[in-house]
């Protein structure tokens, strides 16, 4: 179950492109979410005109502002600003911000704590999701447990296994072939007991970066 938004504007941009940041087919970072989720009174926060900006064009938003999104800036006020500023330890910089893509199980923008189901997720998008994932140019791909569960229930992702099945540094591979590796992650929401297991994830991110 889940709250979509009500901005207009909003809604119209994620019409026009269903990801953030670089399109998924050109992508070698992809990371996997649930929903995006905006502050109810997106619209009236000084920060609006810079959403706007960013689904825009997340590339050269990045480039621009030197943050890889909106929600880093003074003035947002809202949900999802704990998950962006653990991704920013990852130490991507602007300079890759052309080998990111931001995709999540629903295509449109969301509002307050929603709890997905397989019958809120539409078909024809989680095809898509599985396109980028497996046929497009990403090379490292980043699930969390309970996007994975929610993908896995779905029964369009048949390579997408009940758990993890072998370590690659403190990450652990969903699948991989030789052009592509599909790891389990910690959400970056996460904080307290899941501190330390997100740093040790995050430094084998890292290594990834650099090669």
Same mark, same amino acid.
């Given at each position: 179950?889940? #709250?979509k938004h009500s901005s207009k504007i909003l809604n119209e941009l994620f019409q026009e492109k269903t990801f #953030? +940041?670089? @399109?998924p087919e050109k992508a070698? &970072? $992809?990371f996997v979410g649930l929903d995006a989720n905006y502050a109810d009174n997106i619209e009236s926060q000084i920060i609006f005109d810079k959403i706007i900006e960013y689904h825009s064009d997340g590339v050269s938003f990045w480039q621009k502002y030197k943050v890889h999104h909106p929600f880093l800036l003074d003035g947002y006020n809202g949900d999802g600003k704990k998950y962006h500023k653990n991704f920013t330890r990852l130490g991507f910089q602007e300079k890759d911000a052309n080998l990111i893509s931001f995709i999540e199980l629903l295509p449109f923008p969301t509002v307050g704590r929603n709890k997905l189901t397989v019958s809120d997720l539409p078909v024809n998008h989680l095809g898509k999701i599985n396109n980028w994932i497996?046929?497009?140019s990403a090379k490292f791909i980043f699930i @969390?447990? +309970?996007v994975a569960n929610l993908m896995r229930k779905s029964g369009q992702f048949s390579? $997408?296994?009940e758990k993890p099945k072998e370590h690659f540094g403190n990450l652990r591979i969903f699948w991989q072939d030789e052009t592509k590796t599909v790891f389990s992650h $910690?959400? &970056?929401s996460n904080y307290g007991k899941f501190e330390e297991q997100m740093l040790l994830e995050t430094q084998t991110i890292k290594d990834l970066i650099e090669n």
């Amino acid at each position: 179950m889940y #709250q979509k938004h009500s901005s207009k504007i909003l809604n119209e941009l994620f019409q026009e492109k269903t990801f #953030q +940041g670089v @399109s998924p087919e050109k992508a070698k &970072f $992809l990371f996997v979410g649930l929903d995006a989720n905006y502050a109810d009174n997106i619209e009236s926060q000084i920060i609006f005109d810079k959403i706007i900006e960013y689904h825009s064009d997340g590339v050269s938003f990045w480039q621009k502002y030197k943050v890889h999104h909106p929600f880093l800036l003074d003035g947002y006020n809202g949900d999802g600003k704990k998950y962006h500023k653990n991704f920013t330890r990852l130490g991507f910089q602007e300079k890759d911000a052309n080998l990111i893509s931001f995709i999540e199980l629903l295509p449109f923008p969301t509002v307050g704590r929603n709890k997905l189901t397989v019958s809120d997720l539409p078909v024809n998008h989680l095809g898509k999701i599985n396109n980028w994932i497996i046929n497009d140019s990403a090379k490292f791909i980043f699930i @969390s447990s +309970g996007v994975a569960n929610l993908m896995r229930k779905s029964g369009q992702f048949s390579w $997408l296994p009940e758990k993890p099945k072998e370590h690659f540094g403190n990450l652990r591979i969903f699948w991989q072939d030789e052009t592509k590796t599909v790891f389990s992650h $910690l959400h &970056f929401s996460n904080y307290g007991k899941f501190e330390e297991q997100m740093l040790l994830e995050t430094q084998t991110i890292k290594d990834l970066i650099e090669n």
